[in-house]
């Protein structure tokens, strides 16, 4: 299914054209403004067929959109790991309430717990819903070359910093993607195993509604990630490699 966001021309065959002014990604509820009608339409996109304005279908229930970045992050971190920016890192864990998931983005040395943080590098799945976009200057439904594009005139001293050598996790983010792409995504949360030491198997989700959960072989955790459950989280300003 083409990207769907806010700004983006629909057809109603009711209705005729009109502009959808919000959008939930996760629901498949949407507004749209009609003509001269001062009043937004809420409409439904698996029950109400709506058309992009060149008359093809949005089929909600049949095609979902993806309703969390994660994956389009993954493939694009994997294309600059390729091209000599391995030291660029996506750390993915859970909000609280567990229905979405954050994202962050950070480069120099792999440091977990003390990640550097830099504006517009960190996100949720939350604020996607609604956007589907990384607020980089990108379009909903960007490319992963696009996507390194928008994020070099966002931030081009903040991905300089990405340049460099890490090859060991290189290597397991590759396997990791090769796995799971493009359906599902990692997350970096704690379990823990039924005799209560940490698992060191990688809490996978699909990115979209209607996947069915992964039940491929186990992954490992990031290497040293397990190493950071064992010992006490005392700051240490140096790399993990």
Aim: aromatic share 14%; charged share 20%.
């Amino acid at each position: 299914m083409k990207p769907i966001a806010p700004g983006t021309v629909i057809f109603h065959r009711y209705r005729g054209y009109g502009v959808l002014t919000a959008v939930n990604l996760l629901t498949g509820w949407v507004s749209a403004r009609f003509g001269n009608e001062q009043r937004c339409l809420d409409l439904n996109l698996s029950t109400d067929e709506v058309q992009h304005a060149d008359g093809e279908p949005i089929l909600f229930r049949l095609s979902p959109p993806d309703r969390m970045p994660h994956a389009r992050l993954m493939e694009m971190v994997l294309k600059l790991h390729a091209a000599g920016y391995q030291r660029l890192y996506l750390y993915s864990w859970p909000k609280d309430a567990g229905m979405h998931w954050r994202w962050h983005l950070f480069t120099g040395c792999r440091t977990w717990l003390q990640r550097p943080w830099r504006e517009g590098w960190y996100g949720s799945g939350a604020d996607y819903i609604f956007n589907p976009v990384m607020g980089w200057g990108d379009l909903p439904g960007a490319t992963a070359e696009e996507l390194i594009d928008a994020l070099a005139r966002f931030d081009p001293e903040g991905l300089a910093n990405a340049l460099g050598e890490d090859e060991e996790h290189a290597v397991w983010f590759r396997r990791i993607c090769e796995a799971l792409l493009p359906d599902y995504m990692y997350s970096l949360e704690k379990r823990l195993n039924p005799d209560g030491s940490v698992s060191n198997v990688l809490p996978v989700y699909p990115v979209r509604q209607g996947v069915p959960d992964y039940d491929g072989p186990s992954l490992p955790c990031p290497p040293g990630w397990s190493k950071l459950h064992y010992v006490n989280p005392i700051p240490r300003h140096f790399c993990y490699f």
